[in-house]
């Protein structure tokens, strides 16, 4: 399992950077024979139209040259061609195929080697017949050989072609390519007199091979040129593949170790593009869990701490419940009075248990958000002036005075009346509870949306400041003795859930003050 997990793994990580390898390399090697096409296509229009420019160039040249040769005659003479096996002819007349003038012999044996060194190709010179033939010829030996051809012999679209020449038509054709046995290129051009009369035509045969050495070169040069863009490309392909993937690897290692548990990883990806974003998303991601992980901890610890304080809290009344029980059924007690001390004991006992269930089903009801409170629109002041009576009757048992301040009687809020004058009772009654001078009234102030309770006692050390507001955080004093800790916490979760200010500041040995500020606006 594990070595298929590693497989698994080992295709992951490269399994993209190798597919991107070949799309990349693909994409250029058809981009490669595509451009090889166009250029090859290009290139042999270019070398075919190039050479027959050449030949052209050449038949203009020698027509030139025999044009000038024959001006002082005003006409091309070509003998009779003879010899044997296709030899030039030895007469006289052959040795004058072309008379200038009287006084002028040219030797064509000597005039074939020149244009054949010139052009390396074989040139016919035509004139119009003397004979039986309409078109008497001249053939230029190329590289020593020698082509005996009568026009009588070509065939009707080589004899159109040289009729075509003598109607002042320059023309290339391949139409010779059989006469010669290979691949031929032949340009014709006509031989002008200095009045722009056809004195005869020039034709060049050149084998079309030639035509596309430079292609053959370009070509060798370009498959080089191109196998060496495809080796470049494909490192360059790797190589950017696995920049590519590098962070993508990056991602999946921190999202591996978040699946396992590990909320602190992170990305370390920075970029700009989809796959910054999708980095950003991770570790955001990451932050979530983590912040969900340390309020998991955190509950888990306070659920433990909950159940240790409940536990210890429940331990000592039942303790007492249960000895006095004991007590009174094994009839260890059996005086009146102590027995009903005993009964007395009990009452207390299980009246404490259930103030404390009912504060526990309070502060539970208070931090579920799906418990609702009943939402009214009251005068604050009516809310305030309530608590304030009801602490009055459970001060006047101590001797104590609660003064009410205020500077209106209208005051609208909004929220739960009952649950607003529980959390003014909660701390009241704190503060009636640890006022031990009883010249010193309990005061209350009802000023510009904010109420404050004060009183004169021990007050709380700096230290306990922090925790007050805690569950089942409270005095071990004679004058607590009988609290359960969860006043506070219930105060605190009536004013969240009203978005109620509250705040506390204590001296010791002084006042010690809780305000509360309604100006946020209620429930």
């Not at 920049?243 to 999946?252: E, G, R, S």
């Not at 309530?386 to 209106?408: E, N, P």
Request: glycine share 10%; net charge neutral.
């Amino acid at each position: 399992m594990k070595h298929a997990e590693k497989n698994g793994e080992h295709t992951e990580k490269y399994g993209i950077a190798r597919r991107l390898t070949v799309y990349f390399t693909t994409c250029l090697l058809l981009f490669a024979l595509i451009l090889g096409l166009a250029f090859s296509a290009l290139l042999y229009r270019y070398s075919r139209q190039s050479y027959v420019d050449g030949l052209k160039r050449t038949a203009s040249s020698i027509s030139e040259m025999v044009a000038a040769i024959a001006q002082r005659r005003g006409s091309i003479v070509i003998g009779e061609p003879g010899g044997e096996s296709g030899r030039p002819p030895e007469s006289a007349s052959g040795d004058e195929m072309i008379r200038p003038g009287g006084d002028i012999r040219i030797n064509t044996r000597s005039l074939s080697r020149f244009i054949s060194g010139l052009t390396n190709s074989t040139v016919w010179l035509v004139a119009p017949g003397t004979g039986e033939e309409k078109y008497d010829m001249m053939f230029m030996m190329r590289n020593e050989v020698y082509v005996d051809t009568r026009f009588s012999q070509l065939n009707t679209e080589q004899s159109r072609f040289v009729e075509n020449i003598f109607d002042k038509r320059e023309l290339s054709t391949q139409t010779f390519s059989k006469l010669f046995g290979e691949g031929t290129v032949t340009v014709g051009r006509p031989v002008l007199d200095g009045g722009g009369r056809v004195m005869g035509a020039v034709l060049i045969h050149a084998p079309l091979k030639d035509a596309f050495r430079p292609l053959k070169h370009g070509l060798i040069i370009m498959a080089v040129s191109l196998v060496g863009a495809l080796v470049i490309g494909f490192g360059a392909a790797w190589l950017m593949s696995k920049k590519f993937t590098k962070p993508l690897l990056m991602i999946n290692k921190a999202a591996v170790r978040i699946s396992e548990g590990d909320y602190t990883a992170r990305t370390e990806v920075e970029r700009n593009d989809e796959i910054g974003v999708l980095a950003h998303t991770i570790d955001d991601m990451g932050e979530k869990l983590e912040t969900a992980e340390n309020e998991r901890r955190k509950l888990q610890a306070l659920r433990q701490e909950f159940i240790a304080n409940i536990s210890h809290e429940l331990r000592t009344p039942v303790t007492v419940m249960r000895g006095s029980l004991e007590a009174l059924c094994d009839g260890v007690v059996t005086e009146p009075e102590l027995v009903e001390q005993y009964h007395g004991e009990l009452l207390k006992e299980s009246k404490y248990m259930q103030r404390m269930v009912n504060d526990l089903l309070d502060l539970s009801r208070l931090q579920n958000p799906d418990f609702s409170i009943n939402i009214t629109d009251f005068n604050l002041y009516d809310c305030v002036s309530d608590a304030v009576r009801v602490a009055r009757g459970m001060a006047d048992g101590k001797g104590v005075t609660v003064d009410f301040v205020f500077d209106t009687g209208e005051l609208p809020f909004r929220g739960d009346y009952d649950r607003v004058r529980q959390m003014l009772l909660i701390v009241l009654d704190n503060a009636v509870k640890f006022t031990e001078d009883t010249r010193y009234p309990v005061r209350v102030l009802l000023k510009e949306e904010k109420v404050s309770v004060t009183n004169v006692g021990k007050g709380i050390a700096p230290g306990a400041l922090p925790y007050i507001f805690e569950r089942f955080y409270h005095s071990r004093s004679e004058t607590n003795k009988n609290g359960t800790g969860l006043g506070l916490a219930i105060a605190r979760q009536i004013a969240l859930r009203h978005g109620i200010g509250i705040s506390v500041t204590s001296e010791p040995d002084g006042e010690t003050s809780f305000v509360f500020d309604f100006s946020g606006g209620g429930a």
